[in-house]
């Protein structure tokens, strides 16, 4: 391990006592050590040697960040590594707590490893917070650390016997209780749970943490291995289709959520559609810990939401703006969820059915205005509010607008719009369904000058109801097609990279890239989630390729999962799902969001505004990752002439991309007005062109 210092506010020592068990009983002579880990790195705080009945104390002083854990090894079964949470420190978004008593077995050594498996490395748990913080509180939800057994979230009425996590967490941890004394399964154990290409685990943690990070390794294999051992119950009694810990969270109000955005500290914001049990459009959103507990006073009313749908969106700020579907409106929350939109929200620029929203880096509020007959083409446009300021706001049309639904920001400062298209909606379980592959869609893309781009509208026979647009580090747009269940890669010049099929009955509904550029995609159709290999091929299995499928064909599978309208990826790795429907036919609402744990690669949140995982290293985990070089252009503009008047938002260089001009050769025509520093224009003056 590392010997890095740990920071201290010079609390009193523990003692931290406890027990090491395996296979259900006490392991004697196992070593027993006590790691903090932070964004510093790991630091050993002590170490003991447990006694015939397991047991240990360890006295310490407690740090004040990041987690503290611990780890026991029997001296005759070096493959045996158990774990387990002992504190999260200060600096997430949960209470920070503190165990004076811990059981070590194998159901915490999964639960604690599949939380921070993120987090996990050679030299043991350690990385910037609060992911880190947020990720081991998380363990607790799956196995309580105080007595050994599961945790009070896998086993309550939302999940326990209503799907299949818990089952699955007592297989994972009998496969580690393998190692206790038969050598011959665990060598089968390691094995198995080998990534491709990779080398076997070492032990038993690194085993588990294989799983997490790659869930669709040997669920057949390590399904009938885990049947020679029943320690722990119930356990599944079928092959999983991957080894994922899906957790359920609910809460009074949280019903069809449709959208989902994080906060820097980790907090889960969700809009929903509908009241509980009914189609009458719900005045709340919902809030919720990177615990999955209500927070802020959730659900929260006010600020002219009525019905949320698919617009949720965390500015650079903290404040949060949702769309109000119903309301036609968007509505708006400072950090702490207080309303800041007046009762009948913000309206300011004609909203009428808003869905998506992004806020881009300078604090600009983009709205897709979804507006218009479904049959009618045309109709709709994108709503800017400069600065977050409503009473300015700016009307964009043009490029190709039609019905926009998704609207998402690049490292250039350009907003990427998927239009939806004719028929679309309102076609979904009627007779008319069969018209559905006839329509299509595009993608519109508007510069910082608030006006489309060249390249607009992108078009593409792949295109049918295009819905999300998710955008990975490298300014690719990935698009998801509803109705033909293909997810589609376009360049940063809007030319297409690569389509990319999905099974039949998908129905995309829509997509996110973690901090490693792979793509996840949620069904709505079928409920599922799908990982594809990204444009980061290094970060993918040996031989494959941008759009490999990695998750099973079918799709990682749960019944917490119902039919959903929203993946996003949080800072500790976890991927979230919005349930939004139950059933569709008859529609009824979804149940809560879902929780994948520690399957992705963790994002900054909010994003900065294209993916990046948080750094342990730089001066910031998480920093702003606007790109500097003018982005590239896509069909060639007729140069414009005579006089420019500057907008909000516009820079020399979005300007010259715009009209064809060097931004130094524009400079140097209107320095006069511009003045000394050419990274100054101010809306309202008037430039000279060509």
């Given at each position: 391990?590392?010997?890095?210092?740990?920071?201290?506010?010079?609390?009193?020592?523990?003692?931290?006592?406890?027990t090491?068990?395996?296979?259900?009983?006490?392991?004697?002579?196992?070593?027993v050590?006590?790691?903090?880990?932070?964004?510093?790195?790991?630091?050993?705080?002590?170490?003991?040697?447990?006694?015939?009945?397991?047991?240990?104390?360890?006295?310490?002083?407690?740090?004040?960040?990041?987690?503290?854990?611990?780890?026991?090894?029997?001296?005759?079964?070096?493959?045996?590594?158990?774990?387990?949470?002992?504190?999260?420190?200060?600096?997430?978004?949960?209470?920070?707590?503190?165990?004076?008593?811990?059981?070590?077995?194998?159901?915490?050594?999964?639960?604690?490893?599949?939380?921070?498996?993120?987090?996990?490395?050679?030299?043991?748990?350690?990385?910037?917070?609060?992911?880190?913080q947020n990720?081991?509180?998380?363990?607790?939800?799956?196995?309580?650390?105080?007595?050994?057994?599961?945790?009070?979230?896998?086993?309550?009425?939302?999940?326990?016997?209503?799907?299949?996590?818990?089952?699955?967490?007592?297989?994972?941890?009998?496969?580690?209780?393998?190692?206790?004394?038969?050598?011959?399964?665990?060598?089968?154990?390691?094995?198995?749970?080998?990534?491709?290409?990779?080398?076997?685990?070492?032990?038993?943690?690194?085993?588990?943490?294989?799983?997490?990070?790659?869930?669709?390794?040997?669920?057949?294999?390590?399904?009938?291995?885990?049947?020679?051992?029943?320690?722990?119950?119930?356990?599944?009694?079928?092959?999983?289709?991957?080894?994922?810990?899906?957790?359920?969270?609910?809460?009074?109000?949280?019903?069809?959520?449709?959208?989902?955005?994080?906060?820097?500290?980790?907090?889960?914001?969700?809009?929903?559609?509908?009241l509980?049990?009914?189609?009458?459009?719900?005045?709340?959103?919902?809030v919720?810990?990177?615990?999955?507990?209500?927070?802020?006073?959730?659900?929260?009313?006010g600020?002219?939401?009525?019905?949320?749908?698919?617009?949720?969106?965390?500015?650079?700020?903290?404040?949060?703006?949702?769309?109000?579907?119903?309301?036609?409106?968007?509505?708006?929350?400072?950090?702490?969820?207080?309303?800041?939109?007046?009762?009948?929200?913000?309206?300011?620029?004609?909203?009428?059915?808003?869905?998506?929203?992004?806020?881009?880096?300078?604090g600009?509020?983009?709205?897709?205005?979804?507006?218009?007959?479904?049959?009618?083409?045309?109709?709709?446009?994108?709503v800017?509010?400069?600065?977050?300021?409503?009473?300015?706001?700016?009307?964009?049309?043009g490029?190709?607008?039609?019905?926009?639904?998704?609207?998402?920001?690049?490292?250039?400062?350009?907003?990427?719009?998927?239009?939806?298209?004719?028929?679309?909606?309102?076609?979904?379980?009627?007779?008319?369904?069969?018209?559905?592959?006839?329509?299509?869609?595009?993608?519109?893309v508007?510069?910082?000058?608030?006006?489309?781009?060249?390249?607009?509208?992108?078009?593409?026979?792949?295109?049918?109801?295009?819905?999300?647009?998710?955008?990975?580090?490298?300014?690719?747009?990935w698009?998801?097609s509803?109705?033909?269940?293909?997810?589609?890669?376009?360049?940063?010049?809007?030319?297409?990279?690569?389509v990319?099929?999905?099974?039949?009955?998908?129905?995309?509904?829509s997509v996110?890239?973690?901090?490693?550029?792979?793509?996840w995609?949620a069904?709505?159709?079928?409920p599922?989630?799908?990982?594809?290999?990204?444009?980061?091929?290094?970060?993918c299995?040996?031989?494959?390729?941008?759009?490999?499928?990695?998750?099973?064909r079918?799709?990682?599978?749960?019944?917490?999962?119902?039919?959903?309208?929203?993946?996003?990826?949080?800072?500790?790795?976890?991927?979230?799902?919005?349930?939004?429907?139950?059933?569709?036919?008859?529609?009824?609402?979804?149940?809560?969001l879902?929780?994948?744990?520690?399957?992705?690669?963790?994002?900054?949140?909010?994003l900065?505004?294209?993916?990046?995982?948080?750094?342990?290293?730089?001066?910031?985990?998480?920093?702003?990752?606007?790109?500097?070089?003018?982005?590239?252009?896509?069909?060639?503009?007729?140069?414009?002439?005579?006089?420019?008047?500057?907008?909000p938002?516009?820079?020399l260089?979005?300007?010259?991309?715009?009209?064809?001009?060097?931004?130094?050769?524009?400079?140097?025509?209107?320095?006069?007005?511009?003045?000394?520093?050419?990274?100054?224009?101010?809306?309202?003056?008037h430039?000279?062109?060509?």
């Amino acid at each position: 391990m590392a010997n890095v210092p740990a920071p201290s506010i010079g609390a009193a020592p523990g003692p931290l006592h406890g027990t090491v068990t395996g296979a259900g009983a006490p392991l004697r002579g196992a070593q027993v050590t006590l790691f903090a880990g932070s964004r510093s790195g790991v630091r050993e705080l002590g170490r003991a040697t447990t006694d015939a009945t397991g047991s240990f104390a360890i006295s310490y002083a407690r740090p004040a960040a990041g987690v503290l854990y611990v780890e026991a090894t029997p001296a005759n079964a070096r493959r045996l590594r158990l774990r387990s949470v002992v504190a999260v420190g200060e600096g997430g978004a949960v209470p920070a707590r503190t165990l004076s008593r811990v059981r070590v077995n194998e159901l915490t050594t999964v639960a604690a490893t599949y939380a921070l498996a993120q987090f996990s490395g050679p030299r043991g748990v350690a990385g910037p917070g609060p992911g880190l913080q947020n990720a081991a509180a998380t363990a607790f939800n799956l196995a309580d650390p105080v007595t050994g057994k599961p945790g009070g979230v896998v086993t309550n009425a939302d999940n326990g016997k209503g799907n299949e996590t818990l089952a699955t967490l007592n297989t994972l941890a009998n496969l580690v209780s393998l190692c206790v004394t038969d050598t011959t399964r665990c060598g089968t154990l390691l094995r198995l749970a080998t990534p491709p290409g990779g080398t076997p685990p070492a032990d038993t943690v690194q085993a588990v943490a294989n799983l997490a990070r790659n869930p669709a390794l040997s669920p057949a294999g390590l399904y009938g291995l885990a049947r020679a051992a029943s320690h722990y119950a119930p356990a599944l009694t079928a092959a999983p289709t991957g080894w994922i810990l899906a957790l359920r969270y609910t809460g009074t109000d949280l019903y069809a959520p449709g959208r989902i955005a994080f906060d820097a500290k980790g907090n889960a914001w969700a809009s929903n559609n509908w009241l509980p049990g009914t189609r009458k459009p719900t005045p709340y959103i919902s809030v919720l810990d990177p615990a999955g507990r209500p927070i802020l006073g959730s659900p929260i009313g006010g600020g002219g939401m009525k019905g949320g749908d698919w617009g949720a969106a965390v500015a650079p700020d903290g404040s949060v703006w949702m769309s109000s579907y119903g309301g036609n409106a968007v509505a708006h929350y400072s950090a702490t969820g207080r309303p800041l939109s007046p009762p009948e929200g913000w309206r300011n620029g004609g909203l009428r059915h808003p869905q998506g929203i992004a806020v881009d880096r300078r604090g600009n509020v983009w709205i897709a205005n979804n507006f218009g007959l479904e049959t009618a083409p045309g109709q709709g446009n994108v709503v800017v509010y400069p600065h977050g300021d409503p009473s300015k706001a700016i009307t964009i049309t043009g490029g190709g607008l039609n019905h926009p639904f998704a609207v998402q920001i690049d490292g250039y400062g350009r907003a990427w719009v998927s239009n939806a298209g004719l028929g679309g909606a309102r076609l979904v379980n009627t007779p008319l369904a069969p018209l559905i592959g006839k329509f299509g869609g595009s993608v519109t893309v508007i510069g910082p000058d608030f006006r489309p781009t060249a390249a607009s509208p992108i078009e593409s026979d792949s295109f049918k109801w295009p819905l999300s647009i998710a955008i990975d580090s490298r300014n690719n747009a990935w698009v998801n097609s509803y109705f033909n269940s293909t997810v589609t890669q376009l360049r940063p010049n809007g030319s297409v990279a690569g389509v990319y099929k999905l099974p039949e009955k998908t129905l995309p509904w829509s997509v996110a890239v973690d901090g490693s550029d792979r793509v996840w995609v949620a069904g709505f159709l079928t409920p599922g989630v799908w990982t594809l290999c990204g444009a980061d091929t290094a970060a993918c299995p040996p031989g494959s390729t941008t759009g490999t499928v990695l998750s099973p064909r079918q799709g990682f599978r749960n019944k917490a999962i119902q039919h959903l309208t929203a993946v996003q990826i949080d800072q500790s790795g976890n991927v979230w799902l919005a349930n939004n429907w139950s059933h569709i036919v008859p529609p009824a609402g979804g149940v809560g969001l879902v929780e994948l744990i520690g399957a992705a690669t963790p994002v900054c949140t909010p994003l900065t505004p294209v993916p990046a995982r948080p750094s342990a290293t730089a001066p910031t985990a998480c920093a702003d990752r606007t790109t500097a070089a003018d982005p590239p252009t896509g069909k060639p503009t007729a140069p414009r002439t005579g006089p420019y008047l500057v907008r909000p938002g516009d820079t020399l260089s979005s300007i010259g991309n715009i009209h064809g001009e060097p931004w130094k050769t524009l400079y140097e025509k209107n320095k006069t007005v511009i003045g000394s520093d050419p990274n100054r224009i101010t809306p309202g003056q008037h430039l000279t062109l060509h």
